[in-house]
């Protein structure tokens, strides 16, 4: 029975991870800033699936000293960390790099490149003092190059993502931990929602087609890159759901070019 943490797990995409690991019986830590939501959130999970595989605690994945104390409750509750997975992440508004202020550069750059490394220390260092174990980074727009005016500071921070998760592999070669990413690709969550928001009416009439045609909901792609986590057994994975074949194939069919996937959530 595997030991799953996942940061930012109350909500969105580390949510449905979470329950995704919890229905193939592993035991789940939940985590994420807000105390109340990680206590809602592990209550639900014990209603459905059981006491004794779910615990949680809140984090503040910028704070190192945070990170660790969540690692050692995981220790202490169930005694190892077989995966630790970097998914809690924040966006900005979409507006240009001189637009933004600077508060808000900050805050998505120690969330979703700071606060990852973080991750990556506490566990890389824990899973090697136990022997093993494996350590998933959520990539998101901007780590495979592709530019998005509005969304450089975010982009910037997931591209960072991508290269540090390379490096890692290389540092860890040999020592039983495995690293690797996670590529959810477009998945219909609070953060995309939000980001649609904040569109201008042009800028939404553009996107939308491309939404409707590559994005997915949470119950879609978690169940999948779940399997994939669970049965990787080699570092530098990349388990990515959206690759390039599978885009070009939406694009020539027609129950993706005519599907309103947004509309379904009431945009």
């Known amino acids: 029975m595997r030991v799953v943490v996942i940061t930012g797990s109350t909500k969105g ?8 690991f919890l229905k193939r019986g592993c035991r789940v830590v939940i985590s994420s800033r807000s105390s ?3 206590e809602t959130v592990c209550a639900e999970l014990v209603a459905q699936f059981g006491s004794g ?7 503040d ?12 409750h995981a220790c202490k509750m169930f005694e190892r960390v077989d995966i630790w997975i970097n998914n809690a992440g924040i966006s900005h508004a979409r507006k240009m790099l001189w637009e933004l202020d600077p508060a808000e550069i900050s805050r998505v750059v120690a969330t979703n490149v700071t606060g990852m490394m973080h991750g990556c220390r506490v566990a890389v260092a824990g899973m090697l003092a136990q ?15 592709m530019i998005l005016p509005g969304m450089s500071v975010y982009g910037a921070s997931k591209r960072a993502v991508r290269y540090f998760t390379q490096a890692l592999v290389q540092e860890t070669e040999g020592s039983g931990v495995r690293i690797g990413a996670v590529s959810p690709g477009m998945v219909v969550t609070e953060l995309l929602m939000t980001d649609w928001q904040e569109m201008e009416p042009e800028q939404r009439e553009q996107t939308r087609v491309i939404f409707n045609i590559l994005a997915d909901t949470v119950e879609t792609v978690t169940p999948w890159l779940v399997d994939g986590m669970l049965n990787d057994q080699a570092s530098g994975t990349w388990i990515e759901w959206m690759n390039e074949e599978k885009a070009q194939q939406r694009f020539e069919d027609e129950a993706f070019l005519s599907r309103d996937l947004l509309g379904d959530f009431g945009l």
Do not use: F, K, M, P
Not at 53 to 59: D, H, V
Not at 61 to 72: K, P, S
Not at 133 to 139: I, L, M, R, S, T
């Open 13 to 20: 995409i580390g949510h449905g991870l979470a329950r995704e």
């Open 131 to 145: 022997g093993s174990g494996a350590v998933y980074n959520v990539e998101g727009h901007g780590s495979n190059d």
């Open 36 to 38: 109340a939501a990680v």
């Open 61 to 72: 994945i910028t704070d190192a000293g945070q990170v660790q104390a969540l690692w050692d």
């Open 53 to 59: 595989l779910i615990t949680g605690l809140s984090c």
